[in-house]
């Protein structure tokens, strides 16, 4: 294949129809990288499974969006796996928009879970891990059709906790399904790429193109300027205020960060003079916090309007409810942002989409974007490569220092991209040059068996295969599983498993009733297997049965539920609840006080941090204010507390599946169920109505505000107009259209009041509040006014060719008469009783009144709620009548409304023939 081919080499394996639509036209593609091209010659379109290692922004993850197309165009399912929430969520985004046209594309992790019977008839699945690990353990039946799988950031393989989870997944699909598998990396060491290659029975496809070029480089306070590995070197004088610290002494760790902190201000001074977009790395949150606001309080400028509108779409869509947020909004005018773990995910999102469109100039953060996510700059600048912070002290990795400096290049804006490390004294400057900005990513080894104070995998990956799989029962089957993974083939002679396999079952699976050996075979108890399937640790099977025996005792309370699932292993080790010392006697006090709601004794730091959690869901229940709640305990950002609902909400759903399969009562289940609404939405338990059926478009401040004005349920919102619903109900009317529409889609409801419904919301957004009470009193009146709003409505659509005239009630006489020139077009008999029954074929008939006007149409409206049965249909239809009903009176002021239909249209519409009009019969007739 000739070098740089054109993307119409794609067009042999994909349709060409997609290949220009999606390829060409919408991504501007014209001719296919390095990486791609190779792909192709080493058999991605054959199914020949391959470890892609290329630099960042290299057309990677475009490798596997080919493959997965092709599988797609053939019928076949399709997995694309990532580590991070954020990157499923750019990527589902990404896919949904271009793909949805031609086949379903699904997202499926903890915030996302795409429903598994839609996933079933999906072509692509932009998942986690850790959720399709979960869904081979509960050998859901659509994985039989899955034939690719693609894995983003495939050297995490090497991280502690998602490397395990990976591995074990990996292993199973190929064990029970075969799919070809496409690993992507832009840091893989050569050797650990060709030991997974071998693993996974895989060919490797290795570039070192970069549609743009990276420069990597120091800044040095000695010589106070930049050097870069390809020779070029940029002066650039520190501050004054800082050539008082002795260049040659060795600095403290304080006066390290304060130097390098300030050395990179005048290094962006630099770069924004030349109109460069950066990207700072930090340590911490507050570091983060505070670089960037240090960056405004030395009058750094960079507002444009674009800047402005960004940070009052922050305001807009997340309001400014702590400090942190509204420190945000003004640093964002400013054309800067930080970005870390402790803000929403909607703010992320927000300073994400700013800076690709360049709104923001300047962004500092914490690793969060140091991976995966699509966000390159002109310049990187990484603060410091020591990490001071528990748990993670010590040295960045050349892989996490890769990643960072690899988000340099910006190929639309520039063909080469910047990065630069900070060094405060000579040892530092050549230990960076030799650590980092010369030497290659370390080999990564498995974490499978690696046990730590902190972690081990391996008690919950043998409870989860003896549970889950059929074929393994015995410690030969174990172990024979464990040779075929990345650490069967790093570690071939299995030294010890067998020992620590046998350890852990006889030690604490079965102890804990998790297995039992019958005959020298292990089976999983029916514990066992619900654990396994929830996906928890045999590590909070303890605390999960104490708190279920305490609620079964004494009662269910909120606090035993929270002390329990906070206090599960699994919480404490995917959230990171610091309790801090100052915090311990606070703690200790709300314990004591509650003593007889938690179910444990506080002894260990992981007490207290169950505790403190404990406390900050009990407070987001309440309703108490998210800024409070930050206030009133140390180190909690609004991203955290996002992230302890989130992770709760997981627990929680692991231990209903738990109680549910162990016979639990319903009473304890469906207080569990009622919990997980509480939590999800911080409400006291009489909102939880309001939440039904999943509600998200109102937040609890709204929900209040409803209760108070005297709607309880979704059916008491639905009985109003969104004028009505904002007034009464103090949200915004946009807010109450939104609200109204998703009962539709939310709640049950027969389709005749989802129809009224959506009718009235759509003349309230497009026609305002007279047109959505015109619409709402059509179907709500009865009796003679009923026939008054059906008259206003004639006089809508008709006026002003056609005179409606409502003549006065006399025996024989119809409701109302339509002419034109004098002569009668139309005579229509209202019929709305207060019990919206259908009405009977004699009242039907009473339509016939109107002959004696000699009308072309002889019409009957109603606003009955069910359209009559056949038989009565064929009636109507050889009486020449035409059964208005309100459902296609409102569509024919809908399409006037919006200068769709003329009077002489709605006139000819009526004419057409005799039989129902309604609003399924004006979709067909306007081919919807």
């Not at 290949?19 to 036209?25: K, L, S």
Request: proline share 4%.
């Amino acid at each position: 294949m000739n070098e740089n081919p054109s993307v119409e080499v794609l067009k042999k394996y994909i349709d060409p129809r997609l290949v220009d639509e999606v390829y060409v036209n919408k991504r501007g593609i014209k001719s296919l990288w390095e990486p791609q091209y190779k792909a192709i010659e080493a058999g991605i379109f054959e199914g020949k499974s391959l470890i892609v290692m290329s630099p960042p922004a290299s057309g990677k993850t475009l490798i596997g969006e080919f493959a997965a197309v092709q599988k797609a165009f053939k019928g076949e399912k399709s997995l694309f796996l990532v580590p991070y929430k954020a990157l499923a969520d750019e990527k589902f985004r990404v896919f949904n928009e271009d793909y949805g046209l031609w086949f379903k594309t699904a997202i499926f992790t903890r915030d996302h879970s795409t429903p598994l019977e839609v996933m079933a008839e999906c072509s692509l699945i932009v998942a986690t891990y850790e959720k399709i690990e979960l869904l081979i353990r509960q050998k859901i039946d659509w994985l039989k059709e899955v034939k690719l799988v693609i894995v983003d950031e495939i050297e995490l393989l090497d991280h502690e906790r998602r490397g395990p989870t990976l591995e074990i997944l990996l292993t199973r699909l190929i064990k029970d399904y075969d799919p070809q598998i496409i690993g992507l990396s832009a840091t893989l060491n050569p050797e650990s790429a060709e030991e997974i290659c071998k693993w996974l029975n895989s060919e490797l496809v290795s570039s070192d193109f970069r549609p743009t070029e990276l420069i990597e480089g120091l800044y040095s306070t000695i010589s106070e300027e930049i050097i870069y590995k390809n020779g070029e070197k940029i002066k650039i004088d520190l501050p004054p205020s800082l050539k008082i610290f002795n260049k040659k002494q060795m600095l403290g760790g304080f006066q390290k960060s304060f130097i390098k902190e300030h050395a990179a201000l005048s290094i962006i001074k630099e770069y924004l003079e030349q109109k460069k977009q950066i990207l700072v790395f930090a340590e911490t949150r507050s570091q983060a916090e505070d670089f960037i606001t240090n960056l405004v309080a030395r009058e750094f400028d960079c507002s444009t309007s674009s800047s402005v509108e960004l940070a009052m779409q922050l305001s807009e869509k997340i309001g400014f409810t702590t400090s942190t947020l509204r420190k945000l909004q003004k640093v964002m005018k400013r054309g800067f942002a930080f970005h870390h773990a402790g803000l929403p995910y909607e703010a992320r999102s927000i300073i994400e989409a700013g800076y690709r469109s360049r709104a923001l100039r300047v962004v500092c953060s914490t690793t969060t974007l140091a991976a995966g996510v699509n966000l390159p700059a002109d310049v990187v600048i990484i603060l410091d490569h020591e990490r001071k912070s528990i748990p993670r002290a010590g040295p960045l990795k050349v892989m996490e220092y890769k990643n960072m400096a690899g988000r340099a290049g910006r190929p639309e804006f520039s063909d080469k991209g910047y990065s630069i490390i900070i060094a405060t004294h000579k040892v530092e400057e050549s230990q960076l040059w030799a650590n980092y900005i010369d030497k290659g990513p370390e080999k990564i080894f498995s974490k499978l068996c690696l046990k730590t104070n902190k972690y081990d995998p391996l008690p919950e990956i043998v409870l989860s295969l003896i549970a889950t799989d059929e074929s393994i029962s015995t410690k030969r089957d174990l172990i024979s599983f464990i040779s075929k993974t990345f650490y069967g083939l790093q570690n071939q002679s299995l030294e010890g498993v067998g020992e620590r396999i046998e350890s852990i079952i006889n030690n604490l699976l079965i102890p804990l009733n998790l297995v039992e050996e019958i005959n020298g075979k292990y089976k999983a108890t029916k514990l066992g297997i619900a654990f396994a399937k929830a996906g928890l640790s045999p590590n909070s099977v303890n605390i999960v049965m104490k708190g279920f025996e305490t609620i079964e005792s004494k009662g269910f309370s909120e606090l035993r539920m929270l002390g329990t699932l906070t206090r599960t292993q699994d919480f404490l080790d995917t959230t990171y609840i610091i309790p801090y010392p100052s915090e311990i006697n606070s703690l200790l006090q709300a314990y004591n006080q509650n003593i007889d709601e938690f179910p444990f004794q506080p002894l260990e730091e992981e007490d207290f941090a169950a505790i403190k959690a404990s406390l900050i869901l009990r407070e987001w229940i309440n309703e108490t204010d998210e800024n409070k709640i930050i206030e009133n305990f140390m180190g909690v950002y609004s991203g955290d507390l996002e992230r302890i609902k989130e992770v709760s909400l997981w627990i929680l759903d692991s231990l209903i599946y738990i109680a549910t399969e162990i016979g639990k009562s319903n009473q304890i289940i469906n207080k569990m169920k009622e919990l997980g609404i509480r939590i999800n939405n911080g409400i006291k338990t009489e909102l939880i109505p309001l939440f039904q059926g999943g509600i998200k478009s109102i937040n609890r401040k709204e929900a209040r505000n409803l209760f108070e004005g005297g709607y309880r349920t979704p059916q008491d919102i639905i009985k109003d107009t969104p004028s009505k619903l904002s007034e009464k109900g103090k949200i915004k009317k946009a807010r109450a259209r939104q609200l109204l529409y998703e009962i539709t889609e939310k709640i049950q409801l027969p389709s005749h009041e989802k129809v009224r419904i959506r009718q009235i919301v759509t003349a309230d957004k497009n026609y305002g509040n007279t047109a959505a009470n015109l619409v709402a009193s059509l179907y709500d009146a009865h009796g003679d006014k009923f026939t008054h709003f059906v008259e206003e409505s004639l006089k809508v659509l008709l006026k002003p060719d056609y005179k409606v005239l409502r003549l006065e009630i006399e025996r024989g006489d119809p409701d109302i008469i339509v002419k034109k020139d004098e002569k009668c077009i139309m005579t229509i008999e209202c019929y709305a009783p207060k019990s919206r029954e259908t009405p009977s074929i004699s009242k039907i008939l009473e339509a016939n009144k109107g002959r004696k006007f000699n009308p072309e149409i002889l019409a009957f409206c109603t606003n009955a709620v069910r359209i009559p049965q056949k038989e009565i249909i064929d009636n109507i239809i050889s009486n020449n009548i035409r059964y208005l009903h309100i459902s296609g009176l409102v569509e024919l002021l809908l399409l006037s409304w919006n200068n769709e239909i003329g009077p002489d249209d709605v006139v000819n519409i009526l004419r057409k023939k005799p039989g129902i009009i309604d609003r399924s019969f004006l979709f067909q007739y306007f081919g919807r």
